[in-house]
């Protein structure tokens, strides 16, 4: 039987762990009604590749019906 040193399993668990962690965080931002100048910061942010740099995904959506609360 082979014995692993302790700082190679360390190692090993260090990398499992934050694997998920480079994955970019999926967000879905809901607008409060169809997308108009409000927001803008929004969606430029998005086009410029802000989000990106922050490793976040946002998807903009806008209400199928804006009178529903």
Do not use: C, Y
């Given at each position: 039987?082979?014995?692993?040193?302790?700082?190679s399993?360390a190692f090993?668990?260090?990398?499992v762990?934050?694997?998920?962690?480079?994955?970019?965080?999926?967000?879905?931002?809901?607008?409060?009604?169809?997308v108009?100048?409000?927001?803008?910061?929004?969606?430029?942010a998005?086009?410029?590749?802000?989000?990106?740099?922050?490793?976040?995904?946002?998807?903009?959506?806008?209400?199928?019906?804006?009178?529903?609360p």
């Amino acid at each position: 039987m082979h014995v692993f040193p302790l700082p190679s399993l360390a190692f090993l668990a260090t990398l499992v762990l934050t694997g998920p962690a480079l994955a970019a965080e999926r967000l879905t931002v809901m607008l409060d009604w169809f997308v108009n100048p409000d927001h803008a910061p929004l969606v430029i942010a998005r086009e410029k590749g802000f989000f990106a740099e922050q490793d976040l995904d946002v998807e903009l959506v806008a209400p199928a019906d804006p009178n529903d609360p």
